[in-house]
């Protein structure tokens, strides 16, 4: 039988078909396989250290892997940094750097299937961290990934209007007299102090919602509601050690920065290392 070239329209209603019969089938495995909701136990400041004992142990064995494979993040920074200078954004230039870590639990994805492997005594190397792209829970990763990201976008945005309402619309001259002005005029000083108190509320929101999130998904299919829902049900019961969670991290990837960035490539995989740790005290195993 000849062929003949189909109609366009038909073409276009079977495309569309296509694609809604798809939908169904990603928002299923955004939800998971698991309906149950995970067990938790309360966490301490025991539970804390241990947790940074056994990053930095995690670390130490994976020294030369995970240095390699988190190069990448203070490199993204810099050219992010390098971007803001030549397209006049030095305003954003901090708020850019320090909103930066929001996305952090995205990077520390393969460091949780990295820790998850050596607790069970198996064989890991850097590039089993990929293992998470054949996880049945790859759909809620991306989709609680895209949310982490468009609260960076929002920081953003929040810190951009912040500056036009206090020392805009004109842009300064310079990083000095940016910081000059920031520390020296009353403007400057109410920029600085809002910019912190939105910063702060951020950072909670995305404690929040991703401290147990991300290594529950690679740990189990439950979906993202279950994941998101788990972790805020742990910062709710345990709002001390969660906070005090929270500062270290802070105040790591604060410290860390300082040498242009360069501190990240061991403080990103400790801290991800830890992460794991932590959310293996407060989520017991299967």
């Not at 909103?99 to 952090?104: H, K, P, Q």
Request: aromatic fraction near 8%.
């Amino acid at each position: 039988m000849a062929k003949t070239i189909g109609n366009p329209g038909s073409f276009a209603i079977r495309a569309i078909g296509d694609i809604f019969g798809v939908v169904p089938r990603v928002l299923r495995r955004i939800g998971g396989h698991s309906e149950a909701v995970p067990e938790l136990r309360p966490i301490t400041l025991a539970d804390i250290r241990f947790a940074l004992r056994a990053g930095i142990d995690d670390f130490l064995a994976f020294r030369s892997d995970v240095l390699f494979a988190c190069l990448l993040y203070p490199l993204i920074g810099l050219i992010l940094a390098r971007f803001a200078f030549q397209a006049d954004l030095i305003p954003l230039i901090f708020p850019l750097l320090a909103g930066f870590a929001l996305v952090g639990p995205v990077v520390a994805i393969g460091l949780y299937e990295m820790s998850r492997r050596r607790a069970r005594g198996d064989e890991a190397r850097w590039s089993d961290g990929f293992a998470v792209l054949q996880s049945p829970s790859l759909g809620p990763i991306v989709a609680l990934g895209a949310i982490l990201f468009a609260i960076f976008v929002a920081w953003m945005s929040s810190a951009a209007l912040i500056y036009l309402a206090t020392l805009g619309p004109e842009p300064p001259a310079g990083l000095v007299d940016l910081v000059t002005r920031a520390v020296s005029t009353p403007a400057g000083w109410t920029m600085t102090i809002a910019g912190m108190l939105v910063g702060f509320l951020f950072a909670c929101l995305v404690l929040s919602i991703s401290i147990l999130s991300f290594p529950l998904l690679v740990d189990r299919d439950v979906g993202l509601i279950n994941a998101i829902v788990t972790s805020i049900r742990l910062a709710a019961a345990n709002p001390g050690p969660v906070a005090i969670w929270g500062l270290i991290v802070a105040v790591s990837l604060a410290v860390a920065s300082i040498p242009a960035l360069l501190g990240l490539v061991a403080a990103i995989p400790i801290l991800g290392h830890a992460t794991w740790h932590l959310y293996r005290r407060a989520v017991p195993r299967a």
